[in-house]
């Protein structure tokens, strides 16, 4: 049949029948079958889902014998069984397609564990119960919070292995077993791994101990550890603002160094009563070999040297503690050794083994003997006031050292039996194991087995620091900013357990693995437990503005082990405990207070740093995708470091600012391995700049708005020498009142009493090294009118002072005088979009029109080296544009002390090449000092800058401002005239005009 009689014209079939079988296209058989087979696999799957347990129990619900007659698509149809039947519904699975992720990275990513810390798996045994700490907790009286700082390798963290030692049993496997048996400092408080290996203290580590005094009675000791790197001041202050006492270790060798002196004044200032702490007397009898006498002389020119530097502070307070062994406020240690002790604590133990004549023996006459001009007659048996005859020991010498310098002879020169039989003779039974043992350990057994316990230390601090009970009111008067009639300002000044809860976050730590942080806080009054809900009060909080306040519930409350947790559930007042949970909504400090019955509390001031970030260095990430990462990373870092400062620049780029490059090491090691885990780009690290003025502005400088209804009249000139860093070191606060603003500037400055009562404001902020002030006359200006924009004319100010016109760094010691005001009736005329930056704009032209200069950060650098060293030495610095000081000898040892200026723009590597050009054997720290004027004028535009090349030193301000204009994206030129309205720049003209007709 021919194809066209079969379809119509329109292409359908019309012929006859067709046979399925026999008139099928090829392939069709073997199609028919594979269909076959896959509706016998479904019907298979259907029957055996209706007979499982689930769709038994689901057709019982259902009416017997209803069958379903919906017919299924053939898309609908189910082939083969889901992932939820084949695996479970209690498993997760997921669905990936191809070439959606790269092929490096795993489907199902592996679990990572985080190990930064030295954290104990199991909290080791302690000689206490732990239902006894929690009892001592609730009683104040017996409580010392105790900062103990000092300077870099004197001994402090070292000082507190030995109180771990003596409060803790370790498994005889245990790291701190190890280090101590073979006479290593295990640094316990140390718990970070790169604090290990660098082998200095990075962060400040809180641990609580129950000790006993020489009576037996027990105290709980809260210390917190600071770290001794000028770098990390900031961990000094936070452990300093964090107890009611310090304890301040000075090695006996080196003596007095920079970073005592500012933790003594810093203590000072904040009236935190003081414990001497002599560390290291073993390196005069072992390192120094010293003869006993020498050993004397030495500890007591320490001594001397820590009082006269007290007395001589230039600070306006009656609180100069002063140091002596007769006292009870010194005590000696020896962490080599495992001993400390006072006068008191060791006349106690000649008490203890005078036997028979221990009842006639006065252990207190006996101590105040032990120091000073006195010698015990042989004959007479009495002590003297003078030397009884040729060869008589001081008293100390004979009753204190002597002793210890026999028995550190007989173990290094004599062999074990005779050790074994001295030893015996002071009640010391040391086994043939520990008998065998090299020097040093032995060294450490023998003197720590005579002197036992460290009572004296804690008869020291309990006398002679505070209770929280006694510290409470100091405490209110020096860190409350609440008024007299705050409602719980009484319960404060108290440490009422009954009050609202109100506790001050000092500092965050961090976890083991890093993924939160637990709050360091100390509670002044109430009480606060686990599952509390409290208010926690941002550094920026006001009762008339609690933008800053966010409710939280406290998940856990702990007692710190350094390097475990004690969870004690609860913690009354003149508690330091860490709370766990309220992490999030803090910045860097904060006050807690009760959810209900504190709404009128006010906050805690945040920490008085005695450092400043001046270096600066500026990041980004490797891969721009992980922007987000390193964000979350710098917030935390931003937590964990008080004094680190991030900023974004307005040409995009994040900028970290530190106290040196130590610090920010410490922060970008931070930042890549804990914070963010992702790698970031860093820039070459420079310094922050300071524009100032010389001269007074050489003429008067005015700004209409944009509006031109109000006009602005102002000049600049220097501030007076001394008073911008009273205002950074609050000795003197705008937030006074008049008089008393007025009389201190009249009475230390000799301002005029109407220029001492109009200042208006400091800038940039309450604390700012730059003053406003408001130098109109009534008769010219409507004071009323003028009062009206007080506001606006004050955020203008600060806002120019926050960016100077040079490059955008802040102004610094400048007074700018507001001379003359026209301000219009209608409020709408003169608000804050009008007056703002006219304000901020004629500043600037009173600040060009009065010679401005560059100012840089100068880091005051301290060094001990040897007397060999001191040509080199001299030779470093001088090619830094530094200077030395000052140059002394260390008494009693072969080192000299150099104290020397350098910049710090010029201070990068200074400690490398200090080391290189030295042998090793010059040991530099360096702090941020003052501010100093740049040589040369930053607007001579004749100064051409030639790359690759030493500028002069007179072109030295000119490169600064262009390379720091270059790095924040701004123009090289300083334009002028953008400062200047079209009126001023006629009077400009004018000006000149009048000037060359002059000459």
Request: with cysteine; glycine share 6%.
């Amino acid at each position: 049949m021919d194809d066209n009689e079969l379809y119509d014209e329109f292409g359908n079939y019309i012929g006859p029948d067709l046979d399925a079988e026999g008139d099928s296209v090829d392939g069709g058989d073997e199609q028919r079958d594979e269909d076959d087979e896959l509706e016998r696999a479904f019907q298979n799957a259907q029957q055996q889902r209706e007979t499982s347990p689930s769709a038994m129990q689901e057709g019982e619900d259902d009416a017997e014998g209803a069958t379903s007659t919906a017919i299924v698509l053939h898309e609908d149809k189910k082939y083969y069984p889901s992932a939820e039947e084949v695996y479970g519904e209690g498993v997760e699975t997921m669905v990936q397609e191809e070439d959606a992720q790269p092929l490096e990275q795993p489907i199902v990513q592996p679990v990572k564990t985080k190990h930064f810390t030295n954290a104990e798996a199991v909290a080791p045994t302690v000689t206490y119960d732990k239902k006894f700490l929690q009892g001592l907790m609730k009683t104040p009286d017996l409580i010392r919070n105790i900062a103990v700082v000092g300077h870099l390798h004197h001994g402090k963290t070292s000082m507190m292995d030995c109180f771990v030692r003596q409060t803790h049993v370790f498994a005889a496997n245990h790291e701190f077993e190890k280090y101590w048996s073979a006479a290593r400092q295990p640094r316990y408080l140390d718990g970070r791994l790169d604090e290990q290996k660098r082998g200095l203290s990075i962060k400040s580590n809180a641990m609580s101990f129950v000790m006993q005094d020489t009576r037996g009675k027990s105290h709980l000791l809260n210390f917190v550890d600071a770290p001794g790197h000028t770098v990390f001041a900031d961990e000094q202050v936070a452990a300093m603002q964090s107890c009611d006492g310090v304890v301040v270790a000075v090695d006996c060798v080196e003596g007095l160094l920079l970073v005592t002196k500012r933790v003594i004044r810093h203590a000072i200032e904040e009236k935190l009563p003081i414990v001497l702490l002599l560390t290291k007397i073993d390196r005069l009898m072992v390192e120094l070999k010293l003869p006993p006498d020498d050993a004397y002389f030495k500890m007591k020119h320490v001594i001397h040297q820590v009082n006269s530097y007290i007395q001589g502070l230039p600070i306006a307070t009656n609180f100069r503690p002063v140091f002596s062994p007769e006292l009870g406020n010194v005590i000696f240690s020896s962490p080599m050794f495992d001993l400390s002790f006072t006068l008191q604590s060791f006349a106690l133990q000649y008490k203890q083994k005078a036997g028979a004549g221990a009842a006639k023996m006065d252990s207190d006459k006996f101590s105040r003997k032990l120091w000073g001009d006195y010698w015990m007659d042989p004959r007479t048996r009495t002590f003297k006031s003078r030397m009884p005859g040729d060869g008589v020991p001081r008293s100390f010498v004979q009753f204190i050292l002597e002793p210890i310098y026999k028995i550190i002879s007989q173990v290094l020169g004599e062999s074990a039996e005779d050790i074994a039989h001295m030893l015996a003779r002071l009640n010391i039974q040391l086994s043939k194991t520990e008998l065998q043992n090299d020097a040093k350990p032995l060294l450490r057994t023998s003197l720590g087995a005579l002197f036992r316990s460290h009572a004296g230390f804690v008869d020291a601090v309990v006398s002679f620091l505070p209770s929280p009970v006694a510290a409470a009111r100091s405490r209110c008067e020096r860190l409350y900013t609440g008024a007299d009639g705050d409602g719980v300002l009484q319960h404060i000044a108290s440490g009422s357990s009954d009050g609202p809860l109100m506790a001050q976050v000092i500092k965050l730590i961090d976890t083991a693995d890093c993924s939160r942080f637990d709050a360091l806080a100390y509670i002044h009054c109430g009480s606060v437990k686990t599952g509390q809900r409290v208010r926690v009060l941002g550094e920026s909080f006001s009762l008339d503005d609690d933008e800053e306040c966010t409710e939280v519930t406290v998940s856990g409350v702990c007692a710190s082990g350094a390097r475990y947790r004690v969870e004690v559930g609860e913690a009354g007042p003149g508690n330091l405990v860490l709370l766990q949970g309220v992490d999030v909504p803090i910045l860097k400090t904060a006050t807690l207070t009760s959810s209900s019955g504190a709404e009128e509390a006010s906050i805690f001031r945040s920490l008085r740093h005695i450092g400043r970030s001046v270096m600066r260095v500026s990041i980004e990430p490797l891969n721009p995708a992980e922007l987000p990462k390193m964000l979350d990373g710098l917030r935390k870092a931003s937590k964990s470091y008080p004094l680190l400062t991030t900023k974004v620049e307005e040409s995009g780029e994040h900028i970290l600012l530190g106290t040196g490059e130590l610090f920010l090491d410490c922060v970008l090691h931070d930042l890549r391995m804990m914070y963010s885990e992702i790698e970031v780009k860093v820039a070459d690290p420079v310094v922050s700049f300071c524009e100032t003025v010389v001269e007074t502005s050489s003429l008067k400088c005015f700004a209409e708005t944009p509006n031109k209804k109000n006009k602005f009249t102002m000049i600049a000139e220097p501030l007076d020498k001394g008073l911008a860093e009273d205002i950074e070191n609050h000795s003197v606060s705008v937030t006074w009142d008049r008089r008393s603003l007025g009389n201190y500037l009249q009475r230390n400055y000799n301002w005029d009493a109407l220029a001492a009562r109009s200042v208006w404001a400091f800038g940039p902020d309450l604390d700012g090294p730059n003053v406003l002030l408001d130098d109109t006359l009534p008769s010219e200006v409507d004071k009323k009118l003028l009062a009206s924009v007080r506001d606006h004319v004050v955020q203008g100010f600060q806002w120019g002072a926050r960016e100077g016109p040079l490059c955008d760094e802040p102004i610094r010691n400048v007074k700018f005088k507001l001379l003359d005001a026209v301000v219009d009736e209608d409020p709408i005329a003169r608000g804050g979009g009008q007056v703002i930056p006219t304000v901020r704009r004629v500043g600037y032209s009173a600040f060009l029109m009065a010679t401005p200069r560059l100012m840089e950060p100068v880091s005051l650098v301290e060094i001990l080296c040897p007397t060999d060293c001191i040509t080199a030495l001299y030779n470093v610095i001088s090619r830094r544009r530094g200077q030395v000081v000052k140059e002394s000898a260390q008494a009693g040892t072969p080192m000299y002390v150099v104290e020397a200026l350098i910049p710090v723009i010029e201070s990068f590597g200074f400690e490398t090449d200090l080391r290189t050009h030295t042998q090793g054997q010059a040991f530099g720290l360096q702090t941020f000092d003052h501010w100093a004027v740049v040589p040369g004028d930053p607007m001579d535009k004749s100064i051409v800058l030639k790359p690759l090349e030493i500028q002069p030193p007179l072109a030295l301000a000119r490169e600064f401002v262009i390379k720091t204009r270059r790095r924040k994206g701004l123009a090289e030129d300083i334009s002028v005239a953008k400062f200047f309205d079209d009126p001023m720049l006629r009077e400009l003209a004018a000006q000149d005009v009048q000037l060359a007709d002059l000459f």
